[in-house]
């Protein structure tokens, strides 16, 4: 029987302890419980396990005879382990050392993570049966957007089909079927990966809610729960379903799902499993580092995030090293890192067929035209050849509408009725938006009440809870452009003790500037929602001095918000009062 998968942080490495890191092996204590661990290194890879034999738990020491400086040597009985493997090389071809998933910040620290289980999939192994033509379909809707049939069962992925997702800085790249509420509203079970909107789409499910308010949608039990904001979102959906991580949930005699979490936001996102008689379809969605790094090898179909550009930088930022050719330089590198990551770790992990999606956005909009044109994009085909390149996985570029048949492509992928492809003369990519009715909404905030008195700033910030860390902003309201406006509002924040001062303090601190676009600004502090919106959404252009990023503030303001909304009626309520 399947248990609940649990992450527990063993040991905590600094940035300056992680920069004195040397290459090879390096031999680590925590000092709160005494117990060791350790570290390989070379370049960027890192391994990492207990200080423990897995003989009769002895210490490990260097091992002085190995001038590779990748072995160490158990105090008990002189086994030793190559630490660049994890396989122990005395006695040889014996047994493998269980590894702790490194967890990376952005601050450049790390998190020794133990898994347990850390193969849950492993649990009630069920043995691969033969698949009927038509029995198992996968039909591509649009972004991260998956229906799946698998026997008699419907199940649809991160259904982001219309509006918006960050405020209005993303919009859907494809035109999704015209069916697609009546295939949503058919689902018998609905995946929601995490609550970044374009996977949880609000302007989607109220739609959803409309039609069939029960609808069972599935979430990982994440720290911050995936629909936090459903009732202040005024969407009426009444069957959501809170799994824990590393857990078979049987659907039916056939079908089981499993959600994992990810290694390196285990706060928030989530990947899945499928399986149907014992045939396994893996879905890693926008996962970092999903599971830590250990996920199922040899399943049927893969499907994973591609494209990058999920992020404001460096787009929205300027001053120093921000020219535009060090801009362009820097997106094209990452872009050709994560594109061969990717096809690494597909070509690693073996699965039968390989499918890029969550990755077809476009800011459309056209007060975003910079960001368009900058902002560029990882090829889902290039990705497929480099997958394809000297191995024997099958690739798919799925268009929306397209099916493919798993049974016909496992059997013979040169089956002409593997892929269905969607009629000819229907759209593909969306030529129109309907800006309007989803900026309204969003600049009615602008002459919200609340931002007649300017208190609201201190009450919106004591609200958020982030002090007692160096770090003063500047925050300016703007317009479309970014050019401030003459009667908006313009203040620092001084997060060391939390003061709105009207000058820069004394002190030595680190300073940020944030321009934000003033319909989506109040918008977000209005309905106390996360900064994705504005960071994600591109709805900010930033300078820093010095040129650091600012963990601590930017995960408290982009994942660790309070659940609840700042409460504006009280607010008005004694305003109203004092003018009285």
Same mark, same amino acid.
């Given at each position: ?131 009927? &033509? @038509?029995?198992? =379909? ?7 957007? *998956?229906? #799946?049939?698998? !026997? ?92 824990? &991580? @590393?857990?078979? =949930? ?7 799902? *499993?959600? #994992?979490?990810? !290694? ?92 890029? &999606? ?223």
């Amino acid at each position: 029987m399947s248990v609940e998968q649990s992450s527990l942080v063993l040991l905590n490495i600094s940035a300056s302890e992680v920069n004195n890191l040397k290459e090879g092996i390096n031999f680590l204590r925590n000092k709160s419980d005494g117990k060791s661990y350790i570290l390989y290194k070379y370049g960027e890879t890192m391994r990492a396990c207990k200080n423990m034999c897995k003989h009769q738990g002895g210490l490990f020491i260097k091992d002085i005879e190995d001038l590779s400086n990748r072995s160490v040597r158990c105090t008990k009985h002189n086994w030793k382990l190559d630490v660049s493997t994890m396989k122990y090389i005395n006695p040889p071809d014996s047994f493998c050392q269980e590894e702790l998933v490194i967890e990376r910040d952005e601050d450049n620290t790390l998190s020794l993570v133990e898994l347990k289980p850390p193969n849950p999939w492993e649990a009630e192994p069920q043995v691969p049966e033969d698949l009927a &033509f @038509g029995e198992v =379909q996968v039909t591509y809707i649009t972004h991260a957007c *998956m229906e #799946l049939k698998l !026997g008699d069962k419907r199940m649809v992925f991160d259904p982001w089909i219309i509006g918006p997702a960050f405020a209005r800085g993303w919009w859907l790249l494809h035109e999704p079927p015209h069916d697609w509420l009546e295939r949503l509203c058919c689902a018998d079970l609905i995946y929601i990966s995490h609550m970044h909107s374009d996977h949880l789409s609000y302007h989607t499910l109220k739609k959803l809610a409309e039609k069939r308010p029960g609808a069972p949608i599935y979430v990982g039990k994440t720290e911050r729960p995936v629909f936090w904001y459903l009732q202040k979102s005024g969407v009426k959906l009444t069957n959501i379903n809170i799994v824990p &991580f @590393g857990v078979w =949930q049987q659907v039916d005699k056939y079908l089981r799902f *499993m959600i #994992l979490m990810d !290694g390196i936001h285990p706060e928030m996102d989530t990947c899945i499993i499928l399986e149907y008689k014992g045939h396994k379809i893996l879905n890693t969605v926008d996962c970092t580092r999903p599971n830590g790094g250990r996920l199922p090898h040899n399943v049927d179909l893969m499907m994973s995030d591609f494209a990058g550009g999920a992020s404001g930088f460096p787009m929205t930022f300027s001053g120093g090293k921000f020219t535009e050719n060090w801009k362009a330089q820097f997106i094209k590198n990452e872009r050709k890192k994560l594109l061969n990551y990717k096809a690494q770790l597909v070509k690693d992990l073996k699965p039968r067929i390989f499918c890029p &999606f969550a990755g077809y956005f476009i800011e459309a909009h056209p007060s975003d035209k910079y960001i368009k044109e900058t902002n560029l994009k990882n090829d889902p085909d290039e990705l497929n050849r480099l997958v394809r390149n000297n191995s024997d996985i099958l690739t798919w570029t799925p268009k929306p509408g397209a099916t493919l048949d798993l049974a016909r492509m496992l059997k013979d992928p040169t089956d002409s009725k593997s892929i269905t492809e969607p009629p000819a003369g229907i759209p593909v990519f969306k030529k129109s938006w309907d800006f309007d009715t989803y900026l309204v909404t969003i600049n009615a905030s602008v002459d919200n009440e609340i931002f007649l008195y300017p208190s609201w700033i201190e009450e919106y910030f004591t609200w958020a809870g982030f002090e007692g860390y160096n770090l003063v902003i500047r925050m300016i309201e703007t317009d479309d452009d970014f050019n401030p406006l003459q009667d908006g509002f313009n203040y620092l924040v001084d997060f060391l003790d939390l003061s709105f001062p009207k000058e820069r303090p004394s002190r030595e601190h680190p300073y940020e500037e944030i321009r934000s676009r003033v319909g989506v600004m109040r918008y977000v502090v209005k309905n106390g929602l996360l900064w994705d919106d504005l960071y994600i959404g591109f709805q900010t252009r930033l300078q820093r001095d010095p040129d650091i990023y600012h963990h601590q503030f930017w995960n408290h303001f982009q994942i660790k918000l309070p659940l609840t909304p700042p409460d504006w009626e009280s607010f008005l309520a004694k305003k109203r009062q004092h003018v009285q």
